[in-house]
């Protein structure tokens, strides 16, 4: 792993505080770098991306499919797949930067203080072990054990709504909702300060995921952890986040509240992409598409990655970079003409 790269600013809430302290934020992210190093050259997934998540916060993640979304999910776990690599930057957990960590260190704390719920529960559990099994192996690793590891599981599957007989239930036996409720379990076998949603309800129909983010909000109220939300759909994204972060190709474009954001995005892409849901009151106006496509990462384009889709690039937009700039109460903007 490289040296981590100079904090970029950030656009998070962070109250004053020192590191880990109690006005400190829970996650601080500086200028996290990710690259996928193949054969054709090396690929930068994640470039110089920092946010904050504050203690109880829900935050989203928003943006089109490849602009590096689950990549810096797992990136904060440190569970990124080959060829990937974290090339620099800090991911500050409660004070400690887990890019720094040991691996027997980063396994005491992962699942214990902060965990993941995967996009596919059937890829994610093990297909030969029981729910019963995976849930007392989570526990038996981090020192609960015996009777209080079974009386555990089965407390975990009534917290998600599962019968205490789906303990024994293989993952194929399940539905897809079932076996998301069982990742969920998993995540918080342990109470965890932060929870990574990597778009948890992608392949569930919209009855079904409904259900699933109803049952993580009810459970967040109830337990107080913070949760980052990452999802493609930003109209259910605004109904749920305290704030949300947009991506684009690769970077971080805007943050803000999400009462704000739906009053007045400030960047193009995030203007773009709001003006293309439809209406809730179901008129027939034909809604915008953003123009073109997402850039290649492997030869992005000079200056502002959006300028070639937007209408209101200028000369000085298609030449240099924008910095994230903090606009206070949360938000942040990367855009010249903001």
Not at 135 to 152: C, I, K, N, P, S
Not at 263 to 287: C, F, I, N, V
Request: net charge neutral.
């Amino acid at each position: 792993m490289a040296e981590p790269a100079p904090p970029t600013p950030s656009a998070g809430p962070g109250p004053a505080g020192g590191p880990g302290g109690p006005g400190a934020p829970l996650l601080s992210v500086r200028g996290l770098c990710v690259d996928y190093v193949g054969e054709e050259g090396l690929v930068r997934a994640v470039d110089r991306v920092s946010f904050e998540v504050g203690r109880g916060e829900l935050l989203g993640i928003a943006g089109e499919s490849g602009c590096g979304k689950s990549t810096v999910a797992q990136a904060l776990l440190r569970v990124l797949p080959p060829p990937a690599l974290i090339s620099g930057g800090q991911v500050l957990f409660e004070g400690r930067d887990l890019l720094r960590l040991d691996e027997p260190a980063l396994r005491a704390l992962r699942w214990r203080r902060l965990s993941m719920v995967f996009q596919g529960a059937l890829d994610a559990l093990n297909p030969v072990l029981t729910v019963g099994a995976q849930l007392r192996d989570t526990l038996e690793a981090h020192g609960v054990r015996g009777a209080r590891a079974r009386q555990r599981a089965a407390e975990l599957l009534a917290l998600v709504g599962l019968l205490p007989a789906h303990l024994a239930s293989w993952p194929h036996q399940l539905s897809g909702g079932m076996r998301q409720r069982v990742g969920i379990a998993l995540a918080l076998a342990l109470e965890p300060a932060l929870v990574v949603l990597d778009e948890p309800t992608t392949a569930l129909d919209v009855v079904v995921e409904r259900e699933i983010l109803q049952v993580l909000l009810d459970l967040k109220a109830r337990l107080g952890f913070s949760a980052i939300f990452i999802t493609h759909d930003l109209a259910r994204m605004l109904q749920l986040c305290d704030r949300v972060a947009i991506f684009y190709a690769g970077r971080l474009v805007e943050v803000a509240p999400a009462a704000a954001l739906r009053a007045g995005p400030r960047h193009p892409y995030t203007q773009g992409l709001l003006a293309a849901y439809p209406s809730l009151q179901g008129d027939d106006q034909e809604r915008p598409a953003i123009p073109g496509a997402p850039p290649s990462l492997r030869s992005p384009p000079p200056g502002c990655r959006f300028h070639p889709r937007c209408a209101l690039a200028v000369e000085r937009c298609r030449s240099e970079e924008p910095a994230l700039r903090s606009l206070g109460a949360g938000s942040g903007v990367a855009c010249h003409l903001a």
